[in-house]
């Protein structure tokens, strides 16, 4: 059964920076693509940025130049750093590997507060 586990997330204020990672465990993380959401209060929740097992970056339009995802292979693990940061980027943060439609799991999620 695979497993995420998030840190990194805090109190930061507007403009600043955080790096989020998140641990995978349980099965190969290689053959798996990996992203991050975000769920503000009532809001439903939305890709943040996604990394293909190849390597393979996209990005929502509102964090594109400012969030930055990575993946380290040997290390199971994958990062989202989050530069220039807004108040609207304030939201719950989770990781999420997916395979296939059935081998789709999703970390607990971390606390990202932006605010001065």
């Known amino acids: 059964q695979v497993q995420l586990v998030e840190s990194g997330g805090g109190l930061v204020q507007p403009g600043g920076s955080l790096r989020l990672s998140c641990a995978f465990s349980g099965s190969i993380f290689r053959f798996y693509a990996m992203g991050w959401y975000r769920q503000a209060p009532g809001k439903q929740r939305e890709l943040v940025a996604g990394i293909t097992s190849g390597g393979s970056t996209n990005y929502a339009e509102s964090v594109k130049g400012r969030f930055t995802i990575s993946r380290d292979n040997a290390k199971n693990t994958v990062l989202l750093q989050m530069n220039s940061l807004k108040p609207e980027d304030t939201a719950v943060y989770y990781c999420?590997?997916?395979?296939?439609?059935?081998?789709?799991?999703w970390g607990q999620g971390t606390q990202v507060t932006v605010s001065s």
């Open positions: 999420n590997a997916k395979r296939t439609a059935s081998l789709d799991y």
